[in-house]
């Protein structure tokens, strides 16, 4: 009897510890383990909200690059419009330093002047209109109602922004001699990315334009 007692006792003992191997996988997280866990968290959301900014980034580097795009074409058929309805004489379509009536250089986006172009000595500010204040070129985009022509527009000042058009002498097929008919324009406008840091970006267009139209 005194045997058997014995056996039982201690086959529940081999019980209970097989129990407390088995139930040890199941203990919660230690300190050390937490940690860790919070530190992927915390490297998972810095990587998401790095992506979310450069995304933003992306959309507005996307608008100012279309901005620049149509400012750009509308100063290079300024041009060829003032060539077919003979407002410019051919030899006027240079730089000032060239004789002719475009500046020298970059220069704000402002109000082409009496001559009706761009980037000639008459340019002037545009006064305030709206929400857009007086100085350079500012354009009207809908406020947060996503609808154009509402009380909440807002104004975005195009001050970033400058442009320059160059006129470049074309040469003959023997590399040396002038063409006197055949000019090259070549229209750039340049903008800094707001934020820091400030990042430069361009866009350039360049065309040939003859004395005959």
């Known amino acids: 009897m005194t045997q058997s007692c014995s056996t039982q006792f201690r086959s529940s003992q081999r019980t209970l510890a097989s129990s407390s191997k088995t139930s040890s996988p199941e203990r919660g997280f230690t300190i050390i383990e937490t940690m860790i866990a919070i530190a992927i968290m915390g490297i998972g959301m810095v990587t ?5 900014g450069a995304a933003v980034g992306a959309t507005q580097n996307a608008q100012q690059n279309l901005i620049a795009r149509q400012k750009t074409l509308q100063a290079m058929e300024s041009v060829y419009t003032a060539r077919n ?13 060239s004789g002719g009536i475009f500046t020298n250089g970059a220069t704000q986006l402002l109000s082409a002047g009496p001559d009706g172009l761009v980037n000639t000595a008459d340019d002037t500010t545009y ?19 996503g609808i154009l022509g509402t009380a909440d527009d807002v104004g975005m000042s195009l001050a970033n ?14 590399g040396v001699t002038t063409n006197p008919n055949l000019k090259q324009i070549v229209v750039t406008v340049s903008w800094a990315q707001t934020g820091a840091p400030t990042v430069p970006h ?6 040939l334009i003859s004395a005959f139209r």
Request: negative net charge; proline residues 9%.
């Open 161 to 174: 922004f400058t442009r320059q058009i160059q006129i470049n002498p074309v040469l003959e097929s023997d």
């Open 127 to 145: 006064a305030a209109s709206g929400v857009c204040p007086a100085g350079p070129e500012c354009i009207v985009l809908p406020g947060p109602d």
């Open 48 to 52: 998401l909200i790095a992506a979310f």
């Open 85 to 97: 309805t003979q407002q410019l004489a051919f030899s006027q379509i240079a730089n000032i330093s």
């Open 202 to 207: 361009s866009y350039s267009a360049s065309a």
